[in-house]
């Protein structure tokens, strides 16, 4: 049969690494990282994309509901059938209510401007993404600082002195080449600090570990940057050159010593001292690394934004080591691809979710999901009529999935367009089942940074079932709603021809590496001369954001201690597996295998007082949802928390492997679908308390006499 090896880019996570893949006839029988780009290292994850091209317990052709919502009687139908059904459905949403009645939402990524160009094709202003339970605050929190968002800055992890990192679980929570960077700078004698209120992968490889009381990394960073200012270990020259308001720092910053801020977090003050004198010699190689998810408090953005302020004392903009402005085709002196929403006008209605408008600090963008729901129920500023997710479940995504299945009865058509059966996929109206990763070619995407490329998806295989590409059902559907103008194209070929004409290449360009550099040497901007590169309203980093000051927001909050869980109580934190992204992979069977179900960690004196043991099942309640679940003791968590993998307790019936195996953090999050950090928009995820007991599921202990 014959072999050939394909240029790709991996999907089995948003990461999207850049892969080779060798195929047989239509059989895949290699995967492995671009040895361009990677070396040929791969994840798990990633090593197990071909058991989800031969899973049979995915959608294998279109289905429409017959049931209720959610009752799970489907009716396999012919793509005619089914495209003909979605587009008939928003139609008359579009009739009745207008074409701003209609919500997309994707996860976002590198392939958006297909989906951004139909949604405004059609004329709604509402397309939205996962952001809010994932990087929001820490984007609103770069954009007030910088006026530029948070993939506008990238951390040279690699060169870098010290790397601090704020429950970013760099080496499990992974991107293959930021993970090798990491290795790379500890094996030069680079050091790295992690602060988490458990130990982790990350916190075993860190030169120092601060084990923190959870929620007070606003603290810790109060405490970092008062102790800065006292050993004046700061950037005076950057500061003075860029920085606006920094005497308002200085002044507010006063009362958090970092002997206040150790015991508030629960380490000792001499260790934030030591900490400083390091990054005080190191700086401007060190980095302050907020992650996506600096965890979901409260007061995450501000915290966020310390953590900004903290690099910005460093020095570290613009600098080997540090961070650095990423650079388009632009900057390389090369043309940027052609793009389809560049066709499409912009719609005239305000976004329903408020989001540069009622909310003038959050950026329209993507918006903010959660907002919708609060649209939905209220039917204001207008009707919504119709959701179609791509690539996102909601319901594992945000809080509640109860009360968003509530919200959500009041729209006429939901419609799934997934690879999988999501937990939102099986409630919907209509599934759309996408081609895998390995069988469908994507578009031609930029990938900025400080080497900018172009890249690209294409097929490896052809699929298996009756799936299509994106890229296909998109342009089907165009085509029904009277917008085909918009995708001038019938294959990925042409597509890829049409974006890529301004540029000069074709994707013959591409059959060497599998991308194209746009430039041989890193592009780097003057250091001294960065007037005009950040985008706030004063062209200045602000500590005091004029943006926020409008919204009447404050730029630097006064510290407010977190609430400590009520007696026998703990505050439910989670984070992610190397083996699993997020609720997707829970059912492939290689990874399935790797871990089948989460625990929850619980503090070894903790669980002596509930009379829990390693591998106990325990009954975890929180106010109206509860689940069942093996616990794992440990000293290494704090006493405060319990902690959970994200992506278990599935509920798809279909799915036999992940079917409810063990349980979800997002259904304990009741009543915490809206509850959001005002000025940062993020959801406050880890504000969920529960309560832990031994199950009565367990066998009876008997004692011998
Ligand atoms: N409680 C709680 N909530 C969380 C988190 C948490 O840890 N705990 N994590 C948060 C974070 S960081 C994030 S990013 C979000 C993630 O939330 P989501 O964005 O919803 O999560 P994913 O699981 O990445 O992907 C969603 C859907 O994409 C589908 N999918 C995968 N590959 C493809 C494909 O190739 N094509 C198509 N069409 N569909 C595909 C999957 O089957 C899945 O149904 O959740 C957030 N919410
Ligand atoms: N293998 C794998 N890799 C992934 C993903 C995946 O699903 N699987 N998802 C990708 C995505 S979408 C994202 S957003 C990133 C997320 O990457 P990370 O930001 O590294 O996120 P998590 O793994 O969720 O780790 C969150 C950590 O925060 C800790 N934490 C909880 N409360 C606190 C607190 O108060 N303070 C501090 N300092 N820490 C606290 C938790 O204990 C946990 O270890 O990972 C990406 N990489
Ligand atoms: S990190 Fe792993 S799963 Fe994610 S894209 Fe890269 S190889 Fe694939
Ligand atoms: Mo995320």
Redesign the pocket.
Known sequence: MAKKSVWSMCGM???RCPIRVETEGNEVTWIEGNPHLLEGAL?A?GSAGHALLTDEERPLQPLIRKGGRGAGRWEKVSWYTALDYVAERLQAAIKSHGPESIIMSCRGGPFVDLLKAFIQGLGSPNFTNHDSA??RNVHHASLSVYGLGRKDLIYDVKKCRHLV??????L????IAELNQVLDMLDAGGKLTY????Q?M?GIKATRFFQ??????YALALGMIHEVLRQGAYDKEFIARYVADFDKLEEFIQPYTAEWAAVECGIKGKWLQEFVQEIGAERPKVVFHP?????R?RDSFYACRALHLLNVLMGNVETEGGQILVKGPGDCGAKGLRTLAGLVPKPAAKRADGAGWKYPHFDKGPGLFQLFYDAIRTGEPYPLKALICVRHDPFSCFPDPQAQKEALDKLDLLVSIDTHFSEFGWYSDVILPESTYLERSSLVATQKGVKPRFIMRQQAVEPRYDTKSLIEIVKLLAERLGIGQYFPFSSPEELWAWQLEPTGFTAKDFEAKGFVSLTDKPIMFDRANLDGKFKTPSGKIEIISQKLTEAGLPSLKPYESPAKPPKGQF?L??????????SHTVNNPLLHELMPENTIWINKRQAAKLGVAEGDLVDVISEGATGTIKAHVTEF?HPE?V?MV??FGRQVPLQTRAYHAGIADQKLMQGLLTEMDPAGGGLCL?ECFVTVRRSAKNPKRTVEL
Do not use: E, Q
Not at 195 to 198: A, H, M
Not at 291 to 295: A, H, V
């Open positions: 996570c948003t990461v994840c994850k994932c990087g990192l704020f429950g970013r679980n760099i499990s929570s992974l991107r602060v988490d209120v458990r982790t990350t923190v009381r959870p929620g007070t990394d992650g996506w998810m600096l965890s408090y505050r934190v989670f984070g992610r597996s190397p083996v699993h992204a997020h968590i928390a902690y994200h992506g880890c």
